[in-house]
């Protein structure tokens, strides 16, 4: 049957029985349907989704939650979303797949936690009337880290409020006042967007326009004390919606059409700082993949030392290699070993959080999945300030662990400052490609500039030298690495021998000796 033909996704498809006789298809249970509306969540994109709304059907299947989501858009591809939504009685599809344990899998399941969607824009007065549902529990969001921030032209009675954070100060007023500021309507609030303690910043935005906005101290004293703000960690690949071929592939397999199609990996960590009262208030606890903790700095510490360290030292060795995606990275000999290598040698020693080695694993995992394709060149944005926040921090705990110098950080480090010559981003130029931004790496780039090297030459002392002066600049790094013992010295080497011989070939030198943990 060809796709345009297929049923709708819906209940009244649901209830033929039809899907019932696909047993790789994981149904909801009709009684699902009819729960109240016990979550908002500000955001109708893919990622809340394939995350946070699978959660919630998590929690509804095995009794913890008991409710549904009302999904608030705010721009206009929302509104199409809202579409989708409401024709297909807030059904969609999530098709997870990837590797688990190194054996490729992939399952596709209908999640029934969406009961509606609303526009801002169009429907503020039925997004207030949710603030008024006493049954409301959660406040959710994903607005992009740009959603968090103050707007000074924001207001209070405009309809609706420009910003996210204004729209959620004016909703939490709404219902406030519609509870006549009762304790216990107040409402876990649990913001995804990928800052730095969210929960903190957002509330503080909040206070900060609930005082412009001159709502009141006892509306400022309900926030402080009714409305939990939760510092999260989310991490989930979500590719969202499928390219057409993969779309009519997907469809032809289900049976019917699904303009919400979402697509994810299996990897998924919802890390929630909460106390143990607030704790208890959320319908996560116990769920794979949830942390509830008193801090998730040491989650965070993880992430972004391992899942986003190693992609950062894979970029400038992999490009350099004619590689432009992690997957390939994932495949090919001499890349997958030195990330592997950095990662258990010299990262994993220096993360002092349980399981940092289980995840390593899981990360090399994530790489390898033949559903993702993310470039190289993407990662590449802004590289020498992700060297500064990802790799510089494991570098020097290493050398304060060892007394040595990291010599695969060395390489990476090396291979930074190659890859900031710019050759490669010229001939990509040349062939009309788009280059990523680096701003601090004109920085290497002028360094570069001002030395004159003869990559024929054999002698080590102008990489050294090159190496050392590029390891010195505290402005780039944070932290001067040349004191680090060894360190330039041995990005000296690595540099040399990439620039004279290829950075295939140092990788080989590399890889061919001994590894010192």
């Known amino acids: 049957m060809a796709t345009a033909e297929l049923p709708r996704l819906g209940r009244a ?26 979550a908002v969540q500000f955001g109708t994109g893919a990622f809340l989704r394939g995350f946070v709304d699978v959660y919630v059907d998590d929690a509804n299947r095995c009794g913890q939650f008991g409710g549904r989501i009302v999904a608030v858009s705010s721009t ?55 603030a008024r549902n006493p049954q409301l529990e959660l406040v959710v969001s994903n607005t992009t880290e740009v959603g968090i921030a103050l707007d000074e032209g924001d207001a209070f009675e405009a309809d609706p409020p420009r910003s996210f954070p204004g729209k959620l100060t004016r909703f939490l007023y709404e219902r406030a006042k519609t509870f006549a500021f009762a304790r216990s309507k107040g409402v876990v609030v649990l913001p995804c967007e990928l800052i730095e303690r969210n929960g903190d910043v957002l509330r503080d935005v909040v206070l900060e326009l609930a005082r412009r906005w001159q709502l009141g101290q006892r509306f400022i004293e309900w926030i402080e004390h009714s409305v939990p703000f939760c510092n999260t960690l989310v991490d989930r690949i979500v590719t969202g919606a499928p390219s057409d071929e993969e779309r009519a592939t997907l469809e032809a397999t289900l049976g019917y059409r699904d303009a919400l199609l979402t697509t994810a990996e299996p990897y998924r960590l919802f890390a ?62 001499l890349i997958a070993s030195f990330v592997r290598r950095a990662m258990f040698d010299e990262i994993v020693p220096t993360v002092d959080v349980p399981g940092a080695a289980a995840f390593a694993e899981e990360v090399l995992d994530r790489f390898a999945n033949p559903f993702i394709r993310h470039s190289l060149w993407d990662i590449a944005l802004q590289s020498s300030m992700k060297m500064r926040v990802r790799i510089v921090p494991s570098v020097v705990r290493h050398a304060e662990l060892t007394g040595r110098a990291p010599s695969s950080l060395a390489f990476a480090i090396a291979a930074h400052l190659l890859f900031a010559r710019g050759d490669l981003a010229r001939d990509r130029r040349s062939h009309g490609l788009a280059v990523p931004e680096d701003t601090q790496g004109e920085r290497i780039a002028s360094l570069w500039r001002d030395v004159a090297l003869d990559e024929s030459h054999n002698g080590s002392q102008e990489w050294t030298a090159l190496a050392r002066r590029a390891c010195a600049d505290e402005s780039l790094w944070g932290v001067d690495l040349t004191r680090v013992p060894g360190f330039s010295e041995i990005v000296g080497e690595h540099l040399g021998r990439a620039a004279k011989q290829g950075v295939a070939a140092a990788l080989e030198a590399h890889l061919a000796s001994p590894a010192i943990a």
Request: glycine content about 10%; overall charge negative.
């Open 272 to 333: 929630i700082e909460a106390d143990p009262e607030v704790g208890a208030r959320l319908p996560f606890a116990g769920l794979p993949g949830v942390v509830i903790t008193n801090d998730i700095r040491p989650y965070r510490e993880r992430k972004v030392r391992l899942l986003n360290g190693a992609h950062t030292i894979m970029v400038s060795p992999a490009l350099l290699c004619g590689v432009e995606t992690v997957g390939e990275a994932a495949k090919h000999d």
């Open 13 to 38: 498809l649901l209830e033929t029985g039809e899907l019932r006789e696909r047993g790789e298809l994981q149904l909801p249970d009709a009684s699902l349907f009819d729960l109240p509306e016990k």
């Open 76 to 130: 206009e591809a929302g509104g199409a979303r809202d579409v989708s939504v409401a024709g297909q009685d807030g059904l969609f599809t999530l098709v997870t797949r990837g590797l688990e344990n190194g054996r490729l899998m992939q399952e596709q399941r209908v999640i029934a936690s969406l009961s509606r969607a609303l526009s801002s824009r169009r429907e503020w007065e039925a997004v207030l009337h949710c």
